[in-house]
T-cell receptor
Framework: DAKTTQPTSMDCAEGRAANLPCNHSTISGNEYVYWYRQIHSQGPQYIIH???NNETNEMASLIITEDRKSSTLILPHATLRDTAVYYCIVSRATSGAGSYQLTFGKGTKLSVIP | EAQVTQNPRYLITVTGKKLTVTCSQNMNHEYMSWYRQDPGLGLRQIYY???????DKGDVPEGYKVSRKEKRNFPLILESPSPNQTSLYFC????????????FGPGTRLTVT
């Protein structure tokens, strides 16, 4: 699986958009980008995923650059409850050797400030 | 309510005393997995199971055993716990083919003295 690079921490004002970047310059053509978050000591929570098109759901938007070497998770109106560690993961979605493992890195600690 | 449950949630034990952490899911998921989380190291996969009677090692399997005799249950067994297995453990499950969308349990905080 491709390696990802995320900033260690970020701050965001409550009510503003939180933009969390992720670099994955070695991503291959059949690898997806997944985002999870973990609120303090709780189990991680799936947020969104994408291959090459931008994606949006009720939680967030995912913007993937045209060359697929980086992506940005956008929380449109951050609240205090969005304070968490956000993980960007790159992995294949279909069956195959090693593809059933999601490898979590260290993520970005997002602090939403009142 | 769809959920993954783990028991116990907190456990303090001594070196060498066998223990089992249970994990159960009510979503009929084929895929289940165990992770451990340690400060500075993030989440690391211990074992995973693609279906009943099918298990495989993750990144850090040493010192752990698992079994998958029923679809809903995936217990984690520490035959002879050691202090370096003190950690926060998470169980997760997902549908086969949507393994990227894993549902995590609340975690088990284990301390081995």
């Amino acid at each position: 699986d491709a390696k990802t690079t995320q900033p260690t921490s970020m701050d965001c004002a409550e009510g503003r958009a939180a933009n969390l970047p992720c670099n994955h310059s070695t991503i291959s053509g059949n690898e997806y980008v997944y985002w999870y978050r973990q609120i303090h000591s709780q189990g991680p929570q799936y947020i969104i995923h994408g291959l090459k098109n931008n994606e949006t759901n009720e939680m967030a938007s995912l913007i993937i650059t045209e060359d697929r070497k980086s992506s940005t998770l956008i929380l449109p109106h951050a609240t205090l409850r969005d304070t968490a560690v956000y993980y960007c993961i790159v992995s294949r979605a279909t069956s195959g050797a090693g593809s059933y493992q999601l490898t979590f890195g260290k993520g970005t600690k997002l602090s939403v400030i009142p | 309510e769809a959920q993954v449950t783990q028991n116990p949630r907190y456990l303090i034990t001594v070196t060498g005393k066998k223990l089992t952490v249970t994990c159960s899911q009510n979503m009929n998921h084929e895929y289940m997995s165990w992770y451990r989380q340690d400060p500075g190291l993030g989440l690391r996969q211990i074992y995973y199971s693609m279906n009943v009677e099918v298990t495989d090692k993750g990144d850090v399997p040493e010192g752990y055993k698992v079994s998958r005799k029923e679809k809903r249950n995936f217990p984690l067994i520490l035959e002879s716990p050691s202090p370096n297995q003190t950690s926060l453990y998470f169980c997760a499950s997902s549908r086969q083919g949507r393994v990227y969308e894993q549902y995590f349990g609340p975690g088990t905080r284990l301390t081995v003295t």
